[in-house]
């Protein structure tokens, strides 16, 4: 997720995690999951703070990834 630096501060993350989230429901799912590099701490926070929780690693494209998942 990658946003303009002009809007960092703006809640437009959190904004479209519930835009996600919506569009899940929507369709039926029960749980989200997202991935991210370890290094990411950023996205790892902005994860946190939206509900996220931590659940182990997955291995995507040789390398190893940092998986949150939420209940919807």
Not at 3 to 28: H, I, P, T, W
């Amino acid at each position: 997720m990658a946003f303009d630096r002009r809007f960092v501060g703006r809640g437009l993350s959190a904004a479209a995690l519930r835009l996600a989230e919506d569009l899940c429901r929507e369709q039926g799912a029960a749980a989200i999951r997202i991935d991210t590099d370890p290094q990411n701490r950023r996205m790892q926070h902005i994860l946190e703070k939206n509900g996220y929780r931590r659940c182990g690693t997955v291995l995507f494209q040789g390398s190893g990834k940092v998986a949150f998942d939420k209940a919807l």
